[in-house]
């Protein structure tokens, strides 16, 4: 059975970063794509990044680019989101998922597992 448990969530001012960790079991982590969701309050889960099976492609979407970086380790069964310079908007729940295949996929309907999520909360 697919299981997913992040950690790594937390309180943080403005501006500064985080180091979010997602523990995979159950499945075969090095066959599937992965993604990092989050959910603020009131509004639809949107897909931050995105990681392709191999780590040889990956998606951010464009509030991100350039702070934020995705990573697999392979070895661990473990995904990672690296978070800078952080802001009040993305104070959220944030989640990982496991994709259908080993290709990206922005629908978070291609995700058929997903974890319980880490909350995130930039205020200062």
């Known amino acids: 059975q697919d299981r997913l448990v992040e950690s790594g969530g937390g309180l943080v001012q403005p501006g500064g970063s985080l180091r979010l960790s997602c523990a995979a079991s159950?499945?075969?982590?090095?066959?599937?794509?992965m993604g990092w969701f989050r959910r603020a309050p009131g509004k639809a889960s949107e897909l931050v990044a995105a990681?392709?099976?191999?780590?040889?492609?990956?998606y951010y979407t464009d509030s991100v680019k350039g702070r934020f970086t995705i990573a697999s380790d392979n070895d661990l069964n473990t995904l990672y989101l690296e978070m800078k310079d952080l802001n009040p908007e993305e104070t959220a729940l944030y989640s990982c998922?496991?994709?259908?295949?080993?290709?990206?996929?922005?629908?978070?309907?291609?995700?058929?597992?997903w974890g319980q999520g880490t909350q995130v909360t930039v205020t200062s």
């Open positions: 990681i392709t099976s191999n780590a040889d492609n990956s």
């Open positions: 998922a496991k994709g259908q295949s080993a290709l990206c996929s922005h629908a978070p309907d291609s995700y058929p597992a």
């Open positions: 159950g499945f075969n982590f090095d066959l599937y794509s």
